[in-house]
């Protein structure tokens, strides 16, 4: 499972085409893609491209929780989504924090979540893992991918955010070390959470939000405004 770059529309974007191909529709925006306004014709035209019937996008807060998305859910406050509709996209926005996107092919339901260093600390990608497996998906056979991010070369973190993973639990390996600076690494922090539960297969797009300025926004880099659009859905 390879992560390509591929355009539909106006939306440029990231994926697995793999993933794709097996009924998972999903994509992590680039910056040249619009930006998304529920209900606005940017709206209107990312449903038509995709071929979705509506969209969920959260008022995202930094914690951990996780939402089934049943009929006709619109707004909700949290930061993971979990979808078992068909072509009903769930929508997480970022700009520097890891979205990750959990598909169990062949069974109706596929999540995503917003992790920064706060929901990765809570353990939200784990919870949406758990969640998953209570609705019939079996751990083993879930499909991982975790999208553009900023990275261990760029993620440099003071001595709170070390304290609190170093207390978390977390190993030795969700840290680089230069000099000085301690860097987090978000993505090992993620796939060590997700190895220790049993998941298999986990997909790693190897982007870095902060390195990349030409591809994705980044709050770190003084963009305070943007945001990247990642979304996942089940093709109907
Ligand atoms: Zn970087």
Not at 76 to 93: C, P, W, Y
Request: with cysteine; hydrophobic share 40%.
């Amino acid at each position: 499972m390879k992560f390509e770059i591929a355009q539909k529309g106006d939306w440029s974007y990231y994926s697995v085409p793999g993933l794709e191909a097996a009924g998972i529709v999903h994509g992590f925006f680039t910056r040249a893609s619009p930006s998304l306004e529920p209900y606005g014709k940017d709206g209107r035209a990312f449903l038509d491209a995709f071929g979705l019937r509506r969209f969920v996008v959260m008022n995202q807060e930094h914690g951990d929780a996780i939402h089934v998305i049943r009929d006709g859910e619109k707004a909700v406050s949290g930061d993971g989504i979990i979808i078992i509709e068909k072509n009903v996209a769930g929508i997480i926005k970022t700009a520097d924090c890891l979205p990750v996107i959990i598909a169990a092919p062949g069974l109706p339901m596929a999540g995503i979540v917003h992790a920064g260093w706060r929901g990765t600390v809570r353990r939200i990608s784990l919870k949406a893992v758990q969640k998953m497996v209570e609705l019939g998906a079996k751990i083993e056979d879930l499909v991982v991918l975790m999208g553009p991010s900023i990275s261990s070369c760029c993620y440099e973190v003071k001595e709170d955010v070390y304290s609190i993973f170093d207390n978390g639990g977390f190993s030795d390996r969700v840290f680089r070390k230069a000099g000085d600076a301690t860097y987090l690494d978000i993505r090992e922090a993620n796939r060590e959470l997700l190895l220790r539960e049993g998941v298999k297969k986990i997909y790693d797009s190897n982007l870095c939000t902060y390195c990349s300025d030409r591809l994705f926004a980044s709050y770190r880099r003084g963009e305070r405004g943007s945001r990247q659009i990642n979304f996942v859905s089940l093709k109907g």
